[in-house]
Each structure stands twice: as structure tokens, then as C-alpha cells.
């Protein structure tokens, strides 16, 4: 299995296949999980290489006790990558390998994508994204990249981003993989006590009842039964919850037909901050 941590090592070696070959490319921060696989899986079937990348990018971290408690697991994520699929290219570099001795975000225009929710919470975030996953396309010169719409304001953040710079990747869309009581995965469900964990259902469930107001309640109605919800689970602290028109991400204050919607909430739980959304 070829695992790479200098970013010239892997152009190299890249190299006899860009233009020959397609490439998928699966971005990732590490702590794989089913969600994670289910995107190497995908590229995997769609391209003749397939490469993911592990690096928890500090840019992106507006809260320095969030950076240092993510949970770092590399010779596991390269086993379990291995176990998958050895012909995987894992690219692991050191923030040094990406960014020098300026760690650093580039500032960008997302056409005000970046100012709400996650944008809104976690000011510098969605520039920080940019900012890695720009200098990893360049460095892997993907033909796919695949990315999760549990992180679904993050794919629009991208797609505009590819947009602007006229990037020659195509962004692929995944499905959410969840937990069998509902929890969205993720890396930071590592973080969570058993119990937690089992009770962290709440979220997804929150969401179901959201999408079944939707045709028949008012937003700010909608909004109030999920602030209530929430406060009878005093264990889970409601960041937002918003409904959103799911191609500018603007809050809806009605529902029109011909538009596609969806939920977003952000909840902390244990000090761990979670995330999910859903299609209304
Ligand atoms: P992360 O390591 O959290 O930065 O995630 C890397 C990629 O995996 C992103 O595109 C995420 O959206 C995606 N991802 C994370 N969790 C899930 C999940 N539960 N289902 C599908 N994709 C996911």
C-alpha cells in the first residue's frame, strides 16, 4: 500500500497518471469511520486511482481546545484504508508539509455562503476549508472529489470556490451514513461517552420531526417545538437549528413550491460540538 507524507513524493508519482488516468480524491481529517469509507468506496468504483488524504487542517479550527481534542488515530485509519482497499493512495503530510512556516488561511469570496451557520458560529472556518482543500487540489489534481453532505454547507462552500477558479475537478455528492439510531457519523462521536452516543438519536430525530412540520406549520412554529424538544434534553444544547433554501442556504421564512430545502442544526453534547442535516 502506498502511503505518501511529501507532497513532491506524490506528484511524482502522480504524475504518469494525470491526463492518462481519472483520480478521485477523498479529502479527509482522520478518525475514519463507515461515513469516510462510503466516499473511498464511491470513488473507488469511478476512477482508476483513487487517493485520500489525512490531515486535521488547523486553518480550519476557530477554537484551539476543538483542534487539539480532535481525535487523531493515523496507523489506524491506514489499516483499516488497508483492510478496505490496499490500492488506496493515503497522502498523511505535516502541517509544515502544507503550509510551510505561514499556517495561515487565504481569504475568499463565497458569496456570503460563509456567513451563515457554520460560517456564522466558527468565524474563519469556511476559509480555512478553502485554503486546504485549494492547495490539495493542486498538489493531487483530481479528475472527482468526493465529499459528504453531513458537511452539506461545505459542499456548496466548494463548489463555488471550483466555480471561481475554474478548477477541472468535478465535486461529487455523497449520501450521510448514520449510525443505526440515526447519529450522523462522525470523528468526533469518538469523543462521546457510551451513553451519549445512545442518546445522541435525538438529533437525527429532531430533524424527522422538523421535515414532518414542514408542510404543515409555520418556520418560527417549527423553530419553537425544536427549541422545546431540545430544552426537555437539557444534556444537548441546541447551537441552531435552521431551515434553509438548500442552494443559497438563506433561511426560508415560507415554503415555496419548486425550491429544494433542508434542515441544519448544530448541538453540543459532553462539550462535543455535532452537526447534521436533512432534505425537507
Ligand atoms: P472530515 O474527516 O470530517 O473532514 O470528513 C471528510 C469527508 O467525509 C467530508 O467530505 C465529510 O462530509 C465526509 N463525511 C464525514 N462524515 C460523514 C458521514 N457520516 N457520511 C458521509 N460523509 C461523511
Redesign the pocket.
Known amino acids: 500500500m502506498k502511503i505518501f507524507s511529501k507532497k513532491y513524493d506524490l506528484m511524482a508519482f502522480l504524475s504518469p497518471f494525470i491526463s492518462e488516468k481519472s483520480i478521485g480524491f477523498?479529502?479527509?481529517?482522520?478518525a475514519l469511520?463507515q461515513?469516510?469509507l462510503?466516499?473511498i468506496k464511491r470513488s473507488a468504483s469511478e476512477n482508476d486511482l483513487t487517493i485520500v488524504s489525512i490531515f486535521v487542517n488547523p486553518t480550519q479550527f476557530n477554537n484551539a481546545e476543538d483542534l487539539q481534542k480532535y481525535p487523531r488515530t493515523l496507523q489506524k485509519d491506514i489499516d483499516l484504508i488497508e483492510n478496505f482497499n490496499p490500492n488506496i493512495v493515503i497522502f498523511a503530510p505535516e502541517i509544515q508539509e502544507m503550509y510551510g512556516e505561514n499556517v495561515a488561511s487565504e481569504t475568499f469570496n463565497f458569496n456570503g455562503l460563509d456567513r451563515l451557520m457554520e460560517g456564522a458560529s466558527r468565524p474563519g472556518h469556511f476559509d480555512g476549508v478553502g485554503t486546504i482543500v485549494k492547495k490539495l487540489f493542486e498538489i493531487v489534481q483530481p479528475t472527482k472529489a468526493?465529499?459528504?453532505?453531513?458537511?452539506f454547507q461545505?459542499i456548496l462552500i466548494i463548489e463555488t470556490m471550483v466555480q471561481q477558479f475554474q478548477l477541472p475537478v468535478t465535486i461529487v455528492r455523497?449520501?450521510?451514513?448514520?449510525e443505526e439510531n440515526g447519529l450522523?457519523?462522525?470523528?468526533r462521536n469518538q469523543r462521546l461517552s457510551a451513553t451519549a452516543k445512545k442518546k445522541a438519536g435525538i438529533i437525527f430525530e429532531s430533524l424527522q420531526i422538523a421535515k414532518h412540520l414542514f408542510s404543515e406549520k409555520s418556520i418560527s412554529e417549527i423553530q419553537t417545538e425544536i427549541e422545546l424538544f431540545f430544552s426537555k434534553n437539557p444534556d444537548f444544547q441546541l447551537e441552531y437549528f435552521t431551515i434553509a433554501n438548500a442552494t443559497t442556504l438563506l433561511p426560508v421564512s415560507e415554503k415555496l413550491p419548486n425550491q429544494t430545502y433542508r434542515g441544519f442544526i448544530a448541538v453540543y453534547v459532553e462539550g462535543v460540538r455535532l452537526i447534521d442535516t436533512m432534505e425537507f
Open positions: 477523498v479529502p479527509t481529517m482522520g469511520h461515513g469516510h462510503s466516499l468526493y465529499f459528504g453532505e453531513k458537511d461545505q455523497c449520501p450521510i451514513v448514520r450522523a457519523m462522525s470523528s
